[in-house]
């Protein structure tokens, strides 16, 4: 019973995930993105799965700094490095085997892109992040994880052919 409630909350998650990334703005992208790690957290707990869960916590606290980075202390570049060395610690402490390191990269990637002001980055930058937690969810059995980074990659492909590629097409068809 606790595997199907895990794989419902985690396909909960995959449902923000993939509603994210087709949101035209960075405060919105980042606003679904901590809801859906917060059914991420209790998915991956459920699982047995703590190096994924302690990464979507590091993941809800560092989207909660990146929405407010209009705020004077959101601002400081020293959240950056200490997200990505948070991530680095969180795979050390919660280490299984060699694939414990693939969330932890794909959060790095994550939180690279997510301090970037551009839509466009956010998109470009958090795309190769999946396939790492792809590998990691089949490897610990995560069902909804697997459906949700197969999602989350088609979304992000739709949303850089709709936003980046075929609107900057059309911007550049208008300026001729």
Not at 39 to 58: E, R
Not at 87 to 108: K, Q
Request: glycine fraction near 6%; proline fraction near 2%.
């Amino acid at each position: 019973m606790v595997e199907i409630i895990s794989q419902i909350i985690g396909l909960g998650g995959a449902a923000l995930n993939c509603i994210s990334f087709q949101q035209n703005k960075r405060s919105r992208i980042i606003g679904v993105q901590i809801f859906a790690a917060i059914m991420f957290i209790i998915h991956y707990i459920l699982l047995g799965a703590y190096t994924g869960a302690a990464l979507n916590f590091i993941s809800l606290c560092r989207s909660i700094v990146f929405y407010n980075n209009s705020k004077k202390w959101a601002k400081s570049p020293v959240w950056l490095v200490f997200f990505i060395i948070v991530s680095l610690i969180g795979a050390a402490a919660t280490w299984v085997d060699w694939y414990s390191i693939l969330p932890s990269t794909a959060m790095i990637l994550t939180t690279v892109s997510y301090w970037m002001k551009s839509e466009t980055k956010i998109r470009l930058i958090t795309f190769p992040s999946s396939p790492c937690w792809l590998i990691y969810n089949i490897i610990t059995g995560s069902v909804a994880g697997i459906i949700t980074e197969c999602i989350v990659m088609t979304s992000l492909i739709i949303a850089i052919v709709r936003y980046d590629i075929l609107k900057k097409k059309k911007v550049v068809k208008d300026e001729n």
